[in-house]
């Protein structure tokens, strides 16, 4: 079983940044970790994958060149820096995490935490 505690959401004006993180227990069965949103009345989706033995990362086109996921093992802490922020990104943001499989779609992870609220106001 892992747990999976974000925190780091927050409101800020369009243009802002916030850091999104996640810390992991335990962490080092996990083949990869995931960044996902949920806006109200919409689907949840995903928005940056990293595969933790290599570190290969991969983006939404939504958020390419503006956010940037990263970890942190010493930590066991997943990150999600997010710059250039725009309305469009307000949703509730969630950490995964799978032994297995490694995807944008929230059916291939098995682990996630409770979430944490980002909202952008323009």
């Known amino acids: 079983q892992v747990q999976l505690v974000e925190s780091g959401g927050g409101s800020v004006q369009a243009g802002g940044s916030l850091r999104l993180s996640c810390v992991a227990s335990?962490?080092?069965?996990?083949?990869?970790m995931g960044w996902f949103r949920q806006a109200p009345g919409k689907e949840r989706e995903g928005v940056a994958v990293?595969?933790?033995?290599?570190?290969?990362?991969s983006y939404a086109d939504a958020v390419k060149g503006r956010f940037t996921i990263s970890q942190d093992n010493a930590k066991n802490t997943l990150y999600l820096q997010m710059n250039s922020l725009k309305p469009e990104d307000t949703a509730r943001y969630y950490c995964?995490?799978?032994?297995?499989?490694?995807?944008?779609?929230?059916?291939?992870?098995?682990?996630w935490g409770q979430g944490t609220q980002v909202t952008v106001s323009s």
């Open positions: 995964a995490a799978d032994h297995l499989r490694c995807s944008f779609y929230p059916s291939n992870f098995g682990y």
């Open positions: 335990p962490s080092d069965t996990n083949y990869c």
């Open positions: 990293i595969y933790t033995r290599g570190g290969i990362t």
